[in-house]
């Protein structure tokens, strides 16, 4: 399959650890899988993987919150 953002290179299936950053702090998001694009680094995700990465997200960017106050 071809990339749908740039057209010029090949989606790869890749499983891979997502850093993350919210407001200075970083945490990773494990084993995120998903289709990778070669030529411009963009990634395409299934509704449920997408829904996984959501929630970890906004479950750190709480924990930094409560941390704050």
């Given at each position: 399959m071809q990339c749908p953002f740039c057209g010029?290179?090949?989606?790869?299936?890749?499983?891979?650890?997502?850093?993350?950053?919210?407001?200075?702090?970083?945490?990773?998001?494990?084993?995120?899988?998903?289709?990778?694009?070669?030529?411009?680094?963009e990634w395409l995700f299934s509704d449920k993987e997408s829904d996984r990465i959501a929630a970890a997200m906004l479950a750190f960017n709480r924990s930094i919150?409560?941390?704050r106050s």
């Open positions: 010029d290179g090949p989606m790869v299936r890749e499983t891979r650890d997502m850093p993350y950053e919210y407001d200075g702090h970083e945490t990773v998001i494990p084993q995120v899988t998903g289709d990778h694009c070669t030529a411009c680094g919150t409560a941390a």
